[in-house]
């Protein structure tokens, strides 16, 4: 199960990891989850980051509210490219259509065109509505093979900033896998931190001296909690 039409990226992410499986698309990120913890699917695949544009926070939410495993984890070279309908002429156009991610990562390129961006939920969505609604007047940042199924031209490849641009994307599981002692593992711990002087640094400390190797620290707002600002009047608290 991932988010996204044919010829998106976590469609190519769910056939990297699990190249004879039989894809199964949805509109929301959320579906996904919910596919998977009411037995109409067996995995799912979702972007969590990518290395040009940060974390995707949508995603670290809704693992806290879903009550799935994280069973492994796919990196995939995103190469994005610039499509638009045949004989259409990059000077042509007004506006690119994508995933916030992907026309966050070719920012450069789309600045030097001079044209709107428009967001939608994945890139393959985007190169779909450019060909269902014939907008000549408009591009899509998406793969080759989203301009291969639905018939679009590429203007430019590889567009992307960052030339190696690499998203990771999760696999999640109803069940969790069993930790072998012959391979190395890596583990996704979430926790809360009561208020107070070094806390955050005592909570790392646990990991420093034990020489366990933290490859990423995200922090999350707890929406039910009041945000905390500092100033004069607090205390020093933050």
Known sequence: MMQGLPGSFSEDAALKAYPKCETVPCDEFEDTFKAV???????????IEN????????????????????????????NFCLLALPGIKAD??????SHPQALASSDIVLTQLGVARENVDD??????????????????VASARAAEIYGLNILAD???????????????????????TDKLFKTSIVFTLDEGPGV????????ALREIN??????????????RVVDDSNNGTA
């Open 123 to 140: 890139t393959a969505s985007a190169a779909q509505y450019v060909a269902s609604n014939g907008l000549r007047d408009a591009g899509a």
């Open 51 to 78: 290395s040009s544009s940060g974390s995707i926070h949508r995603n670290y939410d809704l693992l806290l509210r879903h009550r799935l495993h994280i069973v492994g984890e796919v990196q995939l070279a995103a």
């Open 158 to 180: 590889r567009i992307q900033d960052e030339p190696d641009n690499i998203t990771r994307f999760l696999v999640l599981a109803r069940d969790p896998i069993i930790p072998r």
């Open 92 to 97: 042509q156009l007004k506006r690119v259509l």
């Open 37 to 47: 913890e009411l037995w109409l699917a067996d995995k799912a695949v979702l972007p």
């Open 200 to 207: 955050l640094f005592k909570a790392l400390a646990v990991f």
């Open 214 to 227: 933290l490859t990423k620290i995200e922090s999350r707002p707890q929406r039910k909690r009041p945000l």
